[in-house]
């Protein structure tokens, strides 16, 4: 059986974005650009990959693989079996189903209905998936993966709508939680996103066809032009004739996007609401800088995706910026057996302190997040090595104290460093000088909203800092997740 790539042997420490979804209609051979729009997207998973296609004269057509894109969509052989000028795509880490599990597990999922074939692509998870799939299986349904999205198919095989968007508008209609979705039929290219808009979502156009995307940096890649997102609660149906018919089908809401999307999932060159990934990153690290000055000789992100709020904090602070952490760009796949050894040594085969620099010097080291604090231990010790006179650690977000139930492999809320220490005593476990996280204030401000979080009625999901849930995590409620007291 082909092997899945392993993870990096301290990957554990990150929250890790589930995946990214991608589709293309009114080109030539899409499959080829779905390939490359799923290889910009490749941080979003790197489990699997999945791609379908449709062709007038040859139907539906679908590979699924484990492993990186590149591996897998480049070769002659698969692409040929892909033709068609439609096609949607799917790269996944798993949130929803068993990890490391089947082929079957992995995405694009197709039903063939009365009134033909649709295939669809889902990014986030099903807050009540266990109930759905309970109550499916009593009717008949006969599952085929341990997805939690497979339940949109077999909704949508129930319901009596006559068309496949209208299905699908029954089916999510049943569902509770964060989808952004790319769907097709042999002619229409369908796009979702849920009603709190959770997950991203981008309309793109590419000469006469339409592309959809999680993020814009897929659409870069293709030479496409970003259109617009897709908003929350919003479902276009995309052909290349008609071109974007746009629907709300849900209850409108107030949106709730994923906060951490702008600290960390989403790539730097992005764009997300209209700002830069980047300069939002940057923009972070400069109210840390705020909040938590410090006198030190050098900030020094922690890379890769410490660096734009480094180089913040250093424009705020005057303090200068320096490369003291060196990542090794080709560590990838060299590692497999993820045995305590290597996960012992597995910070200093991808990162290197650059010692001629951190010698004798207070240096502040900025980093995205603290999950379970291992990595960040390691780093210290590193630093402290090389001869560093003191050490500060900058967090551009806040404790993650809760686990994501949207669509984010978290771990269990008592591994959360956060969830059973107080900062001092963080600061103390990893026996650094000091420890500062952005305030939830801090980073609200960082991502345009100039007077904080709005607590009444907060302006993104951000639940796995505050522990409030825009939706409640129902099968987890069931299974003995506790949340968090409702305030008096
Ligand atoms: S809980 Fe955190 S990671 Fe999950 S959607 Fe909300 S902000 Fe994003």
Redesign the pocket.
């Known amino acids: 059986m082909p092997q899945m790539p392993p993870a990096h042997p301290f990957d554990d420490d990150k929250?890790r974005e589930e995946c990214g979804v991608f589709g293309v209609t009114g080109v030539q051979d899409a499959a080829n650009f779905v390939a490359l729009g799923l290889h910009a997207l490749q941080h979003r998973g790197q489990e699997a990959g999945g791609i379908v296609t449709h062709d007038p004269e040859q139907g539906f057509n679908s590979a699924r693989r484990f492993g990186y894109v590149r591996d897998n969509f480049t070769s002659t052989d698969i692409m040929e079996t892909l033709p068609g000028p439609l096609a949607i795509g799917h790269v996944r880490y798993s949130t929803a189903g068993a990890k490391g599990a089947a082929i079957r597990d992995v995405q694009p999922f197709f039903g063939e209905f009365a009134m033909g074939g649709a295939a669809i692509a889902h990014n986030g998870n099903i807050t009540n998936a266990d109930a759905l799939r309970r109550e499916l299986i009593e009717r008949g349904s006969i599952f085929q993966s341990s997805s939690d999205s497979e339940c949109i198919i077999h909704l949508m095989a129930r319901s009596l709508q006559r068309d496949i968007p209208e299905r699908m508008e029954d089916a999510l209609r049943r569902v509770e939680g964060?989808f952004s979705i790319v769907a097709m039929t042999r002619t229409q290219l369908i796009g979702v996103r849920d009603p709190l808009g959770?997950r991203p979502l981008v309309l793109g156009q590419i000469g006469d066809g339409w592309v959809l995307s999680s993020e814009t940096c897929a659409l870069d890649i293709i030479g496409a032009d970003f259109v617009r997102e897709i908003e929350p609660g919003e479902m276009v149906v995309i052909t290349p004739e008609t071109g974007v018919e746009s629907l709300f089908p849900f209850r409108r809401q107030k949106p709730r996007f994923?906060?951490?999307e702008h600290v960390y999932f989403s790539r730097p060159d992005s764009i997300l609401g209209g700002r830069s990934v980047y300069e939002t990153r940057a923009a972070i690290g400069r109210e840390l800088a705020k909040e938590s000055p410090v006198e030190a000789d050098l900030v020094c992100p922690v890379p890769d995706s410490g660096t734009p709020a480094a180089i913040g904090f250093s424009q705020e602070s005057g303090i200068p910026y320096a490369m003291g952490i060196i990542r090794n760009q080709y560590m990838g796949r060299t590692f497999i057996e993820p045995t305590e050894q290597i996960r012992n040594m597995g910070v200093r085969l991808k990162l290197n302190v650059n010692r001629a620099l951190i010698r004798g010097k207070r240096v502040i080291l900025v980093d995205d997040s603290v999950v379970r604090g291992t990595t960040s231990r390691k780093i210290k010790e590193m630093i402290l090595d090389a001869g560093a006179k003191e050490v500060h650690f900058r967090i551009a977000s806040p404790p993650t104290a809760w686990p994501?139930f949207?669509g984010?492999d978290t771990p269990q809320r008592e591994k959360l460093l956060a969830a059973t220490m107080s900062e001092d005593e963080m600061r103390e476990h990893l026996a650094v000088d000091s420890l500062k996280f952005i305030s939830l204030d801090g980073l609200y401000r960082a991502v345009g909203e100039a007077t904080g979080r709005d607590a009444s009625c907060p302006q993104y999901?951000?639940?796995?800092f505050s522990g409030e849930y825009p939706v409640k995590p129902a099968d987890m409620i069931e299974k003995g997740f506790e949340m968090k007291p409702a305030a008096e």
């Open positions: 929250l964060a959770v994923c906060i951490f994501c949207y984010v999901c951000d639940a796995c």
